[in-house]
């Protein structure tokens, strides 16, 4: 492996935490919106945009912690 790979793998693992951070409040943010809460009222659950933003927001973060500590 080169030197720097590790280095690199955490700043990776960084980025992918803090996205996924980032995608969670978009996403929550996105929930309150007038047209999701009258889907929620409708269909009592949370529109498929928002569910898409929950789903990679989880997947982008353990990704990104998962790198951050093996390297």
Do not use: E, H, N, R
Request: net charge positive; no cysteine; glycine share 14%.
């Amino acid at each position: 492996m080169a030197m720097g790979s590790g280095t690199t793998m955490k700043i990776i693992g960084i980025v992918l935490i803090v996205s996924g951070i980032g995608l969670a409040i978009w996403g929550y943010q996105l929930s309150g919106s007038i047209g999701s809460q009258i889907t929620q009222a409708v269909t009592g659950s949370d529109t498929d945009k928002v569910m898409t933003f929950y789903i990679a927001s989880a997947v982008s973060f353990v990704v990104g912690i998962y790198l951050f500590t093996k390297s």
